[in-house]
């Protein structure tokens, strides 16, 4: 465990990715996910929910596609209640977007799809948290089938607007090579909690959350890094409370012989896997 966690207010904010087709990528978030485009340059473009901003997309047509690497296994969509959720599927359905799978992991409800270019999307639903099974201490992620039929019963036949108001990013699950070197860095050296491990997998948070962080060797321990400007994640922000806060992280990052790049898009630093991360304040927001 780390001598000091980070703020237990930390939340997940934006994700940035590298694609090859702009075009057909804008298109999907927006006609099929129901995110805003809230900016739209001739090689990138910014999406969001309730002006919030969600996703950051670059395009890059001659950025490599890769495979069997480390980087994103899924970015997911935090809806804010389970109408929401159901009014999702619903227009999923309506567009015939394909499902990659539905679960109930017992803190939450969730939907699983990819984007044309393959990145991997969660779209869930929390439960309560006084409805979060725990098992020895630790909270008990299950990866029951979900009843599609009975989350649709439970929203609305109206007129699809797009992703609610108060929509944001709830966690993030990247492969990684080693979970050793893994938890070393996110627990040692950024502060989060330990909430679950399973095989081959750790999930982490702040503050008490089921999980803001998912780590998983599931496609092989050792996989290498991406080359650079390799088409996926480019980057997600770890949104603390205050410059404070982001501070303290900075310095243990620092002590600990982490480099820490001072960037347009925030305090800047790679895990040992090479994913990047931007440690970010509500006050400043990385861009781009």
């Known amino acids: 465990m780390a001598l000091e966690t980070i703020h237990p207010d930390t939340t997940i904010g934006a994700v ?3 694609v090859r087709d702009l075009d057909s990528c804008v298109a999907f978030y ?19 929910a309730g002006g919030a901003t969600l996703l950051g997309l ?7 596609r890769v495979r069997g690497t480390t980087g994103l296994y ?23 977007t394909p499902l990659a799978g539905a679960s109930d992991h017992g ?17 869930y639903r929390d439960r309560p948290r006084a409805e979060w099974p725990f098992e020895r201490g630790s909270v008990k ?15 609305s036949s109206g007129t699809w607007s797009g992703l609610a108001a108060g929509t944001r990013i709830g966690h993030m699950h990247l492969r990684v090579a080693d979970l050793a070197s893994a938890e070393r860095f996110y627990v040692g050296v950024l502060g989060f909690d330990v909430m679950a491990r399973l095989a081959r997998a750790l999930f982490l948070a702040a503050g008490g959350y ?6 998983n060797t599931w496609a092989g321990e050792g996989a290498p890094a991406p080359p650079p400007g390799a088409a996926g994640l480019a980057r997600f922000e770890v949104r603390l409370p205050d410059r ?25 630093l790679s895990d040992p896997s090479s994913n990047r991360v931007a440690l970010v304040t509500d006050a400043e927001r990385a861009t781009g």
Do not use: K, W
Not at 78 to 92: E, I, K, M, S
Not at 210 to 215: E, K
């Open 30 to 48: 927006t006609e099929r996910l129901g995110l805003e485009l809230q900016r739209r340059l001739e090689d990138a473009a910014t999406l969001g």
């Open 141 to 155: 992620l299950t990866s029951d089938p979900l009843d599609l039929d009975a989350l649709l019963a439970d929203g």
């Open 210 to 215: 089921h999980h803001h962080i998912g780590l």
């Open 16 to 18: 940035h990715l590298t």
């Open 107 to 123: 803190v939450s409800e969730a939907l699983y799809l990819a984007d044309p270019e393959g990145n991997g999307i969660e779209i």
């Open 74 to 96: 899924h970015f997911a969509v935090l809806v804010p209640t389970r109408r929401d959720l159901a009014n999702t599927l619903r227009h999923l359905d309506a567009t015939r």
């Open 244 to 268: 404070a806060a982001r501070d303290r992280v900075v310095a243990r990052a620092r002590a600990a012989g982490v480099s820490v790049e001072e960037t347009a898009e925030g305090m800047a």
């Open 58 to 64: 670059a395009g890059r047509p001659d950025a490599p």
